[in-house]
């Protein structure tokens, strides 16, 4: 089968793979129909996860019929369509039990990062019981793409680890698909004020036709400038309610310090490389915590085929140019 790899810091190859075969009683091997790049692909090229080896197949993301089941396998049967989750839980470890299926001692982030991913014509799921999920019929499977990854992210790690509750207010740091995935979470909860920080115009106009109450292009403000905004514009509570990083690099992390409101919380949405600075000397005595239908149409704005994929990454790496957010890459 052919497979996209991670082919050392900076590089990507397709390959020539065997094709995966079932290694124990509870997996299923899924032929792809459709797959997709995240922002945490780039960090692996990037270098920045070290676990990740070289030659692996990279994608967490997916869609896709399946192919052979083991004995242990309930729930789907052989010829299902079904959703691949990012996150693999065996549902009996402590974790999976508190349902903390990203720290599962069995699984967690393992799919095109400890083991071969879903960038590729075929991919091997362990403890699929879990982790693939039948596609109902008359649903359109371009869009389910998003619910493989960013939207339940930015729901469960923006959303919910930020506790976003009604009249909060509500400053995401990153107008790509998953800041954009944690706005469309948050809006479940009604908070009062959406205010998107990015550089990016192209991003920040996308976030504004999705709802958000305001956009802030940091490119022409300073950090004071950051500061003040957020004071002005709420007052004695000085800051937002809840602040979600949705980037991945210290500026942006430092500028959630900056923006985060007395009793606020940071929720950490992005992927970080290199470490952070924790102003902890200022943050505590500000009691500061670091922790329906949608819409979606708007996140997926362009459409390869398989064959196509290393383009599909040289668009969605040059997003800035390109006004990439989430893509959708095609199986014949």
């Known amino acids: 089968m052919k497979a996209l790899t991670y082919d050392g810091k900076g590089k990507i190859k397709v390959v020539d793979k065997p094709k995966p075969e079932i290694k124990n009683a509870d997996e299923a091997i899924v032929k792809l129909l459709r797959t997709t790049i995240c922002g945490t692909d780039l960090h692996i090229i990037k270098g920045d996860v070290p676990t990740c080896e070289q030659g692996r197949t990279l994608g967490h993301e997916g869609v896709g019929i399946v192919e052979d089941i083991g004995s242990e ?50 991919v091997r799921i362990p403890f699929a019981s879990n982790n693939l999920f039948p596609i109902p019929q008359g649903v359109s499977e371009r869009s389910l793409l998003l619910y493989s990854d960013i939207l339940p992210t930015g729901l469960e790690v923006g959303a919910l680890r930020g506790q976003v509750v009604p009249g909060s207010t509500v400053a995401i740091v990153g107008a790509g698909p998953i800041g954009l995935a944690s706005a469309i979470a948050a809006r479940l909860y009604s908070p009062k004020k959406i205010v998107f920080f990015d550089r990016d115009q192209s991003r920040l106009d996308v976030a504004k036709k999705m709802g958000a109450d305001e956009v802030i292009n940091t490119s022409k403000t300073s950090v004071e400038g950051v500061r003040a905004m957020a004071k002005q514009h709420f007052g004695e509570v000085d800051g937002f309610d809840v602040v979600i990083e949705a980037v991945g690099v210290p500026e942006t992390f430092q500028m959630c310090q900056d923006l985060v409101g007395i009793g606020g919380r940071i929720a950490n949405v992005g992927v970080h490389g290199v470490g952070v600075k924790l102003d902890i000397d200022r943050l505590w005595p500000r009691s500061t915590t670091a922790a329906g239908k949608l819409d979606t149409s708007a996140l997926i704005t362009h459409d390869f085929k398989f064959n196509e994929i290393e383009k599909a990454y040289d668009i969605f790496g040059r997003a800035a140019e390109t006004k990439s957010l989430k893509v959708n890459i095609e199986f014949d």
Do not use: N, P, Y
């Open 73 to 122: 396998v309930k729930g789907i049967k052989k010829g299902d369509r079904v959703l691949i989750g990012c996150i693999t839980g065996c549902a009996t470890c402590s974790f999976c039990k508190r349902s903390m299926q990203d720290q599962c001692t069995h699984g967690a982030w393992v799919l095109g990062h400890t083991i071969d991913g879903t960038q590729a014509e075929h």
